[in-house]
Each structure stands twice: as structure tokens, then as C-alpha cells.
């Protein structure tokens, strides 16, 4: 268990709501994609990467904030910004997860659940309820600082120009005070 330091940063107001403090290193892990491409902690260095995790089960409420995801990556176009799905699904079929043309990383569990607790990401996996495999989750969209920390997260309600407004006012703060 890693015991953080306290947050020694002058947080704007505006900005609390979406900042994680401190920010949240990431432990060492090593996912996958379906492509065979590699997704490891030291993916985020050096760029802002917008994460969500996604569920086999998790229409059709993520697949607004898909939606929302693929907004995004059309709107910072060209910039060194990552958009990135993780399925915390080990279990299920790959086939069922939400189309997106977002790139989409699995692991095991034991890496999964490590990947999660960074991230403070919740969810609840019922047995089986009304003859279905919903599973209940934040759909709740992070943001990784280009030191490879969890830095902020962005709760529904939003909007990809919402985000990206905030994503502006967050980035200039990250400047003046990393």
C-alpha cells in the first residue's frame, strides 16, 4: 500500500471537483489488445491519456460515454492526447464489448484489479439479476497526467466539450504547478 503525501498544490475551485489529490501513480502492469498491441504504466509517459473502463455487460449506458470518448479524440485531433478503453471483463466475450474505434486493453484479473485500485474506479458485479449479466459501474472518464498519474476525473453528467473545456483549465494549472 502506498501512503501519499499531502497535496501541497493551491487547487483553483473551479478545478476541485475534476482533480485527484495528489495524483495517483500507477503501479507497474503490462495489458493487451485484441490488435497484439501492448499497453504498459510507462504508455502514459510523457502525454495526457483520457482512460474509461468498460464491461462486456455495459449497455446501453456506456456506450454514451463511448460516444463521448470518440468525441473527444475528433476533437484534440493531431495532439499527443491518448483515448483508451479497459475492459475489467475477464470473463466475458470479446465480441460483446461496446464497438468503438478507440483501442481497447484487457489482462488478467490480478492486473486488472491492480490497474483499478489506482484509479479508485468502483463497480458491482451481480451474480445474475432478472436473467441478465448487468454489471453496475461508475461511468466516470480519467484523466493520466503525462507523468503517468491518475490526475482528475470527469463524472456524468458531461459532454466532450465540457471535458475539453475543463481538460484546457486543467492542463494550464498542470503547467504552473508541476
Not at 483499478?116 to 466516470?140: A, G, M, R, T, W
Not at 503517468?148 to 463524472?155: C, E, I, P, Q
Request: charged share 20%; hydrophobic share 35%; net charge negative.
Amino acid at each position: 500500500m502506498e501512503i501519499s503525501q499531502p497535496d501541497r498544490r493551491d487547487i483553483p475551485d473551479e478545478l476541485s471537483p475534476f482533480l485527484i489529490s495528489p495524483p495517483k501513480t500507477l503501479p507497474q502492469f503490462v495489458l493487451n489488445s485484441q490488435s497484439n498491441q501492448i499497453l504498459t504504466n510507462v504508455s502514459f509517459d510523457g502525454r495526457w491519456s483520457f482512460i474509461y473502463f468498460t464491461h462486456s455487460h455495459c449497455q446501453p449506458e456506456c456506450d454514451v460515454v463511448i460516444d463521448v470518448m470518440q468525441n473527444l479524440k475528433r476533437l484534440f485531433a493531431g495532439q499527443t492526447v491518448q483515448f483508451l478503453l479497459i475492459n475489467f471483463d475477464n470473463q466475458g466475450e470479446s465480441s460483446a464489448l461496446p464497438k468503438s474505434s478507440l483501442q481497447l486493453y484487457s489482462g488478467s484479473a490480478d492486473v486488472i484489479h491492480s490497474v483499478i485500485s489506482s484509479f479508485d474506479f468502483l463497480y458491482l458485479e451481480p451474480e445474475s439479476y432478472q436473467n441478465s449479466n448487468k454489471v453496475e459501474q461508475q461511468h466516470y472518464i480519467y484523466l493520466v497526467d503525462p507523468q503517468g498519474r491518475v490526475y482528475a476525473v470527469f463524472k456524468p453528467p458531461f459532454t466532450s466539450l465540457a471535458i475539453q473545456h475543463v481538460f484546457f483549465r486543467l492542463r494550464d494549472f498542470y503547467a504552473r504547478s508541476e
